[in-house]
């Protein structure tokens, strides 16, 4: 049977050693501790380190989608302006090309039109002319008269003015009127511009014609 005394020597070596054994329960726990935030910040690290790499080659990654992107639509858009650019070329072409074929047929109807009414006052002049000469008994000129308003008549295919210039002709000449040579050649040519329709007044302005005296 232990003695008080050796119960409390025992207590005490039981103390000292829990607290030799707490004591390295705390510092294992401390380097256990040490040891996991080390680890910690060296996954932290790893982990940081992964994220910036992991977002350094997205953003390259990134960048070249982009860049490619932005060729991709200027190429685009350079084709679609060339296009465009030649589509609007060919339409302004064709409209002037349109344009300019109307302004040509206007312009043309109108210069037609106009020449038409010149002819016309030409034919009335001469009418006027032959109609004041025969009234001065001027037979001679009445030729010239008559061969001209024949000339304007058939240009303008004007039955009653080619009547009346063939008339005129033939009753000029009769009265005495004379042509020249060249007067007598260009008369020859009007009556073979003469349609068949005028066949009985052609051949009669023709005989008036073998017959005229020249000057």
Known sequence: MQTPAQIAHVSDSVLIALRAQLELTRAFQADLLSTVYWSLGVLVLIVAVLVGFGWFANFRVYQRDLDALRRELEATVTKSIV?????????????????????????????????????????????FEFDTRV????????????????????????????????TGIVDSINNG???????LQSATNLLMRLPDSYAVLRERARVALAKAPTV
């Open 83 to 127: 296009e465009m650019r030649a589509a609007l070329q060919a339409s302004l072409a064709e409209q002037l090309t349109a344009s300019k074929q109307e302004l040509q047929q206007v312009l043309s109807a109108k210069i037609d039109g106009i020449a038409l009414d010149l002819l016309r006052l030409q034919v009335e002049f001469f009418q």
């Open 177 to 183: 009127g004379r042509l020249t040579l060249t007067e």
């Open 135 to 166: 009234g001065n008994k001027n037979y001679t000129m009445a030729v010239t008269s008559a061969l001209r308003l024949l000339g304007s008549a058939i240009d303008l295919k004007w039955d009653f003015f080619i009547n009346l210039a063939l």
